[in-house]
């Protein structure tokens, strides 16, 4: 796999000391299960940090390891994490989670909403059938990753055979460019 598209090394940081929202956390994970360049790069900021942090001076917790692992041991009783089947090809750290239908949302588009439990951004997961023209964003393959903000522009082409499965974590809305999309806007609530 040569994916073009990797997690930037602030959001790998963030990964790693539990900084982002948990659903960019979702989506990071998953990207990190299915490419190797942005694992490898995610070990050697970890490598990085754990350096920095056995030359620094040890402080006492605030309580003891066997308060807090008693306190998550009370907290989870009665609530066993449910162990679900996962689809084909999606990556397993999705199983966990509460994975809604797929419902249409344009011709050859589905989209599926993935309840994650604290998340601030919307988790979702879109399909695209082969071939399917969406508005405008670039090239992806499997295993990339794209990071945007409010002047991103994306421009997709779906691959003629394998279409396009993706998971995403949003906060703000999606603006659809050129006159089908502002048709599609009202439509399309993502």
């Known amino acids: 796999m040569n994916a073009r598209h990797l997690a930037s090394d602030e959001t790998l940081a963030g ?5 982002l929202d948990e659903g960019m956390s979702l989506v ?3 990207h990190l299960e299915i490419n190797a360049a942005s694992a490898k790069a995610l070990r050697e900021i970890e490598a990085v940090g754990g350096s920095v942090l056995a030359q620094g001076e040890a402080v006492p917790m605030l309580t003891s390891a066997d308060d807090a692992l008693a306190r998550l041991e009370r907290e989870a009783e009665g609530t066993p994490v449910p162990v679900r089947a996962i689809e084909s090809g999606l990556p397993r750290i999705l199983q966990p ?4 239908r797929w419902h249409p949302i344009g011709r050859g588009v589905a989209m599926r909403r993935v309840h994650v439990p604290g998340a601030q951004a919307r988790v979702f997961m879109l399909r695209a059938a082969p ?12 295993g990339d990753f794209d990071e945007a903000n409010e002047n991103h522009e994306h421009h997709p082409h779906v691959d003629p055979v394998e279409g396009c499965t993706c998971i995403v974590a949003l906060t703000g809305e999606v603006k659809f460019r050129g006159w089908l999309g502002r048709l599609l806007q009202p439509l399309v609530r993502l």
């Open 15 to 19: 990964f790693a000391a539990g900084r």
């Open 28 to 30: 990071v994970a998953a």
């Open 97 to 100: 989670y509460d994975l809604g």
């Open 131 to 142: 071939g399917t023209w969406l508005p405008e964003h670039p090239w992806f393959g499997r």
